[in-house]
C-alpha cells in the first residue's frame, strides 16, 4: 500500500519570504501523480499543483513550484513571495496512475502560519 | 457554478445516536468520494461512488458507517451509532469521468463531527 508522510506539522514564514513544504512517499509503482492541496481555515479544499511522476520538470503554478525527486521519493513545495492568504493547511496527496484508480492518498498536512 | 457543499458544517452528537451528513456534488460529476481526517493525522479514504454504484468501499471502517447515493445525485454518510473515535472531519469530493482520464477532485468545506 502506498504511503506518504509530512513530517512538519507546523510552518511558519515571514510575509514575502519564501518557504519550502516536505513531502515523501512509498509505492512501487512508476506511474503515479502527486498533488499539494491548500485548506483555508474553514474553506474548501483545494487544489494547488500536480505533477505526473513520467514529467520529468518540476511543475509550477505562479508562486508556487515543487521539487519532484523521484528516486528519492520526495515531493516539496515551494512557496515564493509568502502572502497572508497562504495561510492554511497544506496536503501532500498521491494517486496510483492505473487506469480507473481515482482514491488519493494524503499525507498528515502541514499548518502553514504567514507573519506580517 | 456551485460547488461541492457538505451540510452540516458542524455536528455535536453523544455517543450511541445517529448522525446523517449530507453531500452535493458538482452537477454533472459521476464520481463521488467521502474522505476523513480524525484529529492530527492523515486524511483516509473511505468510500467511492460512480453514479449510484459504490466502486470501492474498502475504507469505510465498519458496519456502523452506511453510505448512499440513489439517484447518482447527491450522497449520505450515516453513522450509527456513533462512537467517540467517529469524531473528526468528514470531507466529500466530486470529479468528472472523461474516458480514461481521471480529472481534478473538488473538495467540500468538509463537515466536523463531534461525538461526546
Known amino acids: 500500500a502506498q504511503t506518504v508522510t509530512q513530517s512538519q506539522p507546523e510552518m511558519s514564514v515571514q510575509e514575502a519570504e519564501t518557504v519550502t513544504l516536505s513531502c515523501t512517499y512509498d509505492?512501487?509503482?512508476?506511474?503515479?501523480?502527486l498533488f499539494w492541496y491548500k485548506q483555508p481555515p474553514s474553506r474548501q479544499m483545494i487544489l494547488v499543483i500536480r505533477?505526473?511522476?513520467?514529467?520529468?520538470q518540476n511543475a509550477t503554478e505562479n508562486r508556487f513550484s515543487v521539487n519532484f525527486q523521484k528516486a528519492a521519493k520526495s515531493f516539496s513545495l515551494k512557496i515564493s513571495d509568502s502572502q497572508l492568504g497562504d495561510a492554511a493547511m497544506y496536503f501532500c496527496?498521491?494517486?496510483?496512475?492505473?487506469?480507473?484508480?481515482?482514491?488519493?492518498?494524503f499525507g498528515q498536512g502541514t499548518r502553514l502560519t504567514i507573519n506580517p | 457554478e456551485a460547488g461541492v457543499t457538505q451540510f452540516p458544517s458542524h455536528s455535536v452528537i453523544e455517543k450511541g445516536q445517529t448522525v446523517t451528513l449530507r453531500c452535493d456534488p458538482i452537477?454533472?460529476?459521476?464520481?463521488l468520494y467521502w474522505y476523513r481526517r480524525v484529529m492530527g493525522k492523515e486524511i483516509k479514504f473511505l468510500l467511492h461512488?460512480?453514479?449510484?454504484?459504490?466502486?470501492?468501499e474498502s475504507g469505510m471502517p465498519n458496519n456502523r458507517f452506511l453510505a448512499e447515493r440513489t439517484g447518482g445525485t447527491y450522497s449520505t454518510l450515516k453513522v450509527q451509532p456513533a462512537e467517540l473515535e467517529d469524531s473528526g472531519v468528514y470531507f466529500c469530493?466530486?470529479?468528472?469521468?472523461?474516458?480514461?482520464?481521471?480529472?481534478?477532485?473538488?473538495f467540500g468545506q468538509g463537515t466536523r463531527l463531534t461525538v461526546v
Open positions: 461512488f460512480v453514479k449510484e454504484s459504490k466502486q470501492d
Open positions: 509505492t512501487s509503482e512508476s506511474d503515479y501523480y
Open positions: 505533477q505526473e511522476a513520467y514529467k520529468q
Open positions: 452537477s454533472g460529476h459521476d464520481n
Open positions: 496527496a498521491y494517486r496510483s496512475g492505473i487506469q480507473g484508480a481515482q482514491k488519493l492518498v
Open positions: 469530493a466530486s470529479s468528472q469521468v472523461r474516458g480514461a482520464l481521471n480529472t481534478e477532485a473538488f
